[in-house]
């Protein structure tokens, strides 16, 4: 059975500020972006009145694609302060600025949530975007064989 990641997906309050944050924070570049979609989402979702604006971004030459969804439903709006709630999660970027790129993430209005920890691998931290997606940025720190073999959560 053949099987690889096609996307990564982020629920976002603002499709807008997501996009600038991914763009200009890390160097994403927008592969493409659909606003007003509504028939497509309300059938996946099972909610016929479900709608949502889309992007989907690419970085670093994968083929492995972000996309980021702001959602337009009655459920939508309850917002979280931690990645705990089960079917939330994180995405974490392994970068190899690791002070440069927070110094540009907290311009963007990315926020702390607990300190910067020392890992084995390097160092960690968990950040709050803006727009209510949470992410975890990683030092560079090892050889990327060492990469594959273990990372942080």
Do not use: W
């Not at 309850?78 to 440069?100: C, I, K, N, W």
């Not at 560079?140 to 060492?146: C, D, G, I, K, T």
């Amino acid at each position: 059975m053949a099987v690889r990641l096609d996307h990564l997906s982020l629920a976002v309050s603002d499709l807008d500020a997501a996009i600038t944050f991914f763009c200009e924070g890390l160097g994403f570049i927008t592969h493409f972006i659909e606003r007003g979609m509504t028939g497509q989402i309300a059938s996946m979702l099972g909610l016929p009145e479900a709608g949502c604006d889309i992007a989907q971004l690419v970085c670093g030459g994968g083929d492995v694609r972000l996309e980021l969804i702001a959602f337009r439903h009655e459920q939508v709006g309850r917002t979280l302060s931690h990645p705990m709630t089960p079917g939330m999660g994180h995405v974490a970027f392994r970068v190899d600025q690791f002070e440069a790129t927070l110094a540009r993430l907290y311009v963007l209005g990315a926020e702390q949530l607990g300190a910067i920890t020392q890992f084995e691998a390097g160092k960690a931290v968990y950040l709050r975007t803006p727009f209510h997606a949470f992410l975890e940025v990683q030092e560079a720190s090892r050889p990327e064989s060492a990469a594959i073999a273990g990372g942080n959560a």
